[in-house]
């Protein structure tokens, strides 16, 4: 089975969906990323999704579990490039993105990443080694 690269990058993951996802895929997807955020401490979790033209209610549902699944383990979510088509498409399903942040592009996307871990860190002083093993 495919499985999707996820690169590191500073505190962040950066995930890049270049294939159509089928539910596998999406599931394999939120089991390496929670391995991955695990393992190394990230905190922010960056998913960019412009080559992924539909999005069925099985999908939106796994971007909100991983979201969900990432806040728990203290890393924030964004999901950034979204088709007006596929965003239109989650609206007319129902689904609320809960816990998820957007952004028009990966650019954008990055600086929400870095502006929430900046906050937070302003917030929490030298409180940076709770991950460290």
């Known amino acids: 089975m495919d499985r ?3 690169l590191k990058l500073g505190s962040a993951l950066i995930v890049t969906i270049q294939v159509d996802m089928h539910d596998r895929l999406a ?10 955020i695990a393992r190394t401490g990230a905190r922010g979790v960056l998913i960019e999704i412009s080559a992924l033209e539909i999005v069925d209610s099985f999908i939106g549902r796994m971007l909100v579990s991983i979201a969900a699944v990432s806040r728990v383990l203290d890393a924030e979510t964004v999901v950034a490039g979204m088709r007006p088509a ?13 816990g998820i942040k957007t952004a028009l592009n990966v650019e954008r996307g990055m ?9 937070e860190d302003a917030g ?5 080694d709770r991950h460290e093993d």
């Open 4 to 6: 999707i690269p996820i």
């Open 124 to 128: 929490h002083g030298s409180d940076r």
């Open 111 to 119: 600086a929400l990443i870095q502006a929430q871990l900046s906050e």
């Open 27 to 36: 599931i394999a997807l939120e089991e390496d990323l929670t391995a991955t």
């Open 86 to 98: 596929v965003a239109i498409t989650l609206v007319e399903l129902g689904l609320e993105l809960t």
